[in-house]
């Protein structure tokens, strides 16, 4: 098979040799081609003859029973993605249900997993990933006897997560080449340790960002080190690149997850030296209603530096967040319940705020448009640092 033509023609032919007779009914296949939707359907054929003049002429009548419908929902130049389901043959639909769970169901099925699976090969494609939505148990039943009686269609839903599709696709089966098999079997490794490092550093997050690529992981902003970068996935490789880091490719091997993180934080040491990463901070007191200059912001990172090591804050500020989004919301009377956790004073002229994160009491206090000062302590009473910081703004507030 060398075109889709071809293979079109191919099941249109097949499929026009389908009639059944079942209960006096006359059944028929019916096969139909779209842009990206193949349907193929189930009729009642109703014959009848009409006088025109003095000549009878047969006709026929087509009432759809049973529709089933796959739909190309993306496609590369690796594999394509396809979803099946049962469509709607509106006031016929009660009639449908009778032959949901019959042989004509099953061949339908049959069809279009045959006219996948040439699509496949007609594209040139390692796979096809198949998501499986049938709304009748009878249907899906259908679907895991084939796969038993089938060499070529497989069980592949453990590359469901890997994969960059609709957010409804789930893939549950289809056709895939042993060689692409190995090869995702790496991606999926890689995309679990992305995951883990992401899960296990607070500074390593990521944006969602819609992108044209194969893999989910692919569809990221990443940030890291205090700068963003993409991760593409190639043949030849891990592609790591972003503005102020350029372009970096690693081999797709177990491990390459933090070989690629110590390769951006070594990229930016010298900028991060000057300017040190501020990203969480920011976002912190912007949580805590006030702003500053970037430079103002520079300036406490590398206070905290000293004070707790080198690149602590910005983790400190993750958790500190997190703890502030749960408990902003509580009112004033309820607050000593979570005194050991979180305590908020606040006027017209300052906020204090003791959060506790897993290693420290953090005292935070605020001056918006002054300054701000953040003290680490192992205990969440009124430390002398934060006093003597307030004496010293009341001094100069009202020199």
Known sequence: MKSLKELKEKMLGKVESYEFKENNKNLRLSISFGTKVV?????????????????NREYEN??????????LEGINDSHAIVKFSRGTVNYYQSNSNTFVDSPYSKQMIIILLE?????????????????????SIELSKHFSEIM???????????????????????????YIHESYK???NIINTFHEEIESLINDN???TYEYEARDRSYYLENKKYYYANVYFYINVSKEGILVSGEEIGEQMFHLKKGIGKELLEHVSEQMKISN????????????????????????????????????????IEEECVELIEVFQAHKSIADYQLEQYKDVYKRVTNKQFSYYC???????????????FDFWLYPSNTNEYPDYIHNKLSTVMKKLTS
């Open 39 to 55: 349907e193929i359907h189930l009729n009642e054929i109703t014959k009848y003859t009409h006088e025109i003049g003095e000549v």
């Open 62 to 71: 087509s009432t759809p029973l049973l529709k089933i419908v796959s739909k």
């Open 115 to 135: 006219y996948w699976e040439t699509y496949m090969q007609v594209k040139g494609l390692s796979a096809l990933f198949i998501d499986e939505s049938f709304a």
């Open 148 to 174: 038993s009686d089938s060499q070529t269609l497989q069980d592949l839903h453990a590359y469901s997560p890997i994969l960059n599709k609709p957010e409804k696709v789930f893939v549950t089966h289809g």
């Open 182 to 184: 190995k090869e995702l």
């Open 202 to 204: 607070k500074t390593f």
């Open 273 to 312: 030296l000057i300017h040190p990463p501020i990203k969480n901070l920011k976002n912190l007191i912007l949580h805590l209603g006030a702003w500053f200059d970037d430079e103002h912001f520079e300036r406490k990172i590398v206070e905290s530096d000293i004070e707790i090591g080198e690149g602590q």
């Open 355 to 369: 959060i506790r994160t897993d290693k420290y009491y953090w005292h935070i206090l605020i001056k918006s448009g």
